[in-house]
């Protein structure tokens, strides 16, 4: 009985794991199928590095363009800025939390970072409109919408998940390392800087990897506050990414149009951006591994 | 027979919650005095009066005096004071670096940065745990590799870095199997002509192995202290009786 109970659980969680990569592969053939075709009318050195955007013949001189270079660059700038303030920032709430902060403030404080997480992007956009904007307007950004905007608003739907992720991680090397330096007489923010932050890196980054793809996708909030122009992003100009010309255009463009094959080609870009990045970080967390989880970090 | 430690009436408490009462106990120079009793009775808890670092935990605080040698621990500054007296704990927590790294890193701290001399102290307290010969050849391979016995002899070896007068261990065999505690057990009977050991542990054989002195606690109270031989031999408390016969523990 135990024994076919066991192997009818095996089959079933089996299906399942093939039905999600099915799912995946289907996801990935058909944007590649819906990519490719626009190749026939731009090549892929005007996509990637052409800067004119025209997807659709309006009888203008110099006629369709397809360049995502400006949108590519966009998603790239975005998504740096927001890695970066939110790591900044996010490093720094997560050290405070698990080695500065007592039990009842963590208590008091995870609840309430989970709810942020939980906040929908449009809200955050909205807030990004009514509170930030006018900040950079007044501060003499034309319109206010810029990429540094779109940045902090993104670092900032980032760091719910960075904190906790990342307050854990140290958390839990905090209470394996610090017992034995502080019993060395070591002090504990040396102790904090020198054993936990290194052996916490691993995991750190794993976060990041998750805080990148979303970085990248995120689409709502960043479209409310960049301004949406075809320019090279700027950090006080403004920009467009690629999830976001996705958004605008896709609803009007015709199905087997040039135009949609071309978003379809954008998206394709930017799965592979990602996958790349996240290739990158993953590369550098194995160098760590062979080296700082083991060796001399 | 001179006594290294001394303490006098500590009581100890965790918010209003007391866990030691009035212990009044001494820890004679380079001896193994081995404290046992049933868990939860106070033993981690006396441990972390002597070097103070109770008085880091938020909430708690002890009263009464402890003396290393002839002064007041009170005196001393709770880095000085740990720096003079290492401490061990159960679970082996190499740091995740290498075996070299981990010898070093409190030398270091205090400020030793010549490489003859951080060889030094690294091979000759790797020496004194046994466990040079066993590693020589990888002290670029991290600690983490090590097994857990060889994890927690590191572990030894780090506190021994920084020249302590006293070593405490709470419970350090309790996560190894047989052979990695026999192992330590005659490691520490080598370090006793440097070093004064306390030891915590559970097992009582081990106690009555390889302790001059044991110290017998129950319930926050020290019920009795004398040589080994007399505690086991020929107890004098009803108390102790019942320990040590299994009745409790
Ligand atoms: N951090 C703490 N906060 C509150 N109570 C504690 C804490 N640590 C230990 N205690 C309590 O103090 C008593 C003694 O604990 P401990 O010294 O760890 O005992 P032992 O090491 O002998 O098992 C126990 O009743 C335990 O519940
Ligand atoms: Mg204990």
């Given at each position: 009985m135990g024994k076919k109970l066991n192997s009818a659980f095996l089959l079933i969680i089996t299906v399942l794991t093939a039905m999600a990569l099915l799912v995946l592969a289907f996801v990935i053939f058909f944007i590649v199928k819906e990519a490719l075709p626009v190749l026939e009318t731009a090549g892929l050195s005007e996509l990637l590095t052409g800067s004119r955007w025209m997807p659709v013949d309006y009888g203008t001189s110099g006629g369709m363009a397809f360049g995502l270079f400006n949108f590519i660059a966009g998603s790239v700038a975005v998504s740096f800025l927001a890695i970066v303030i939110s790591s900044v920032v996010g490093l720094g709430a997560a050290m405070y939390l698990s080695c500065a902060a007592g039990e009842r403030t963590r208590a008091f404080v995870y609840p309430v970072i989970d709810l942020l997480a939980g906040i929908p992007s449009v809200v955050y956009g909205f807030v990004g409109i009514v509170v930030m904007l006018p900040l950079f307007l007044k501060a003499g950004v034309h319109t206010g919408s810029c990429v540094l905007a779109a940045g902090i608003l993104l670092s900032a739907m980032l760091l719910p998940f960075l904190v906790s992720s990342c307050s854990d991680t140290m958390l839990r090397a905090k209470e394996c390392y610090m017992p034995s330096a502080e019993a060395m007489g070591i002090s504990k923010w040396y102790a904090m800087a020198t054993i936990v932050l290194p052996a916490s890196w691993r995991n750190i980054l794993f976060s990041m990897i998750l805080a990148v793809g979303r970085a990248m996708g995120e689409t709502m909030a960043v479209m409310m506050v960049i301004g949406n122009a075809n320019l090279f992003p700027n950090i006080l100009g403004k920009g467009e990414t690629i999830a976001s010309v996705i958004a605008l255009e896709m609803g009007t463009a015709v199905v087997g149009s040039a135009h949609y094959h071309a978003l379809y080609m954008a998206g394709l870009i930017l799965m592979i951006i990602v996958f790349f990045i996240n290739m990158g970080i993953m590369l550098l967390r194995k160098h760590l591994l062979n080296r700082g989880g083991a060796g001399n970090a | 027979m001179e006594m290294i430690l001394r303490l006098e009436k500590v009581s100890a408490y965790y918010g209003k919650k007391s866990a030691l009462k009035e212990v009044s106990m001494s820890v004679p120079k380079k001896q193994i005095t081995a404290i046992i009793g049933p868990s939860g009775c106070g033993k981690s808890t006396l441990l972390r009066c002597i070097n103070s670092l109770l008085s880091e935990e938020k909430d708690a605080s002890y009263t009464g005096d402890i003396f290393l040698g002839e002064k007041n621990t009170r005196d001393i500054e709770g880095d000085e004071l740990r720096r003079r007296i290492g401490m061990v704990f159960q679970t082996p927590s190499p740091f995740p670096f290498s075996v070299y790294k981990n010898m070093t890193y409190a030398p270091k701290y205090n400020g030793v940065h010549s490489k003859k001399e951080l060889d030094r102290i690294a091979v000759e307290k790797l020496k004194m745990t046994g466990l040079f010969d066993e590693v020589s050849a990888e002290l670029d391979k991290s600690a983490l590799k090590l097994s857990g016995g060889q994890q927690q002899r590191l572990c030894i070896a780090r506190a021994l870095t920084v020249d302590p007068e006293i070593l405490m261990l709470d419970e350090p065999c309790s996560a190894l199997d047989i052979k990695s505690s026999a192992i330590i057990e005659k490691m520490l009977a080598e370090l006793k002509k440097t070093y004064t050991i306390i030891i915590v542990t559970h097992n009582l054989a081990q106690a009555k192995r390889i302790a001059d002195r044991t110290v017998f606690m129950y319930d926050g109270h020290v019920i009795e202290e004398g040589p080994t031989d007399e505690i086991f031999g020929?107890?004098?408390?009803e108390e102790t009786k019942d320990f040590l016969s299994g009745v409790f523990g």
């Open positions: - | 020929n107890p004098k408390k």
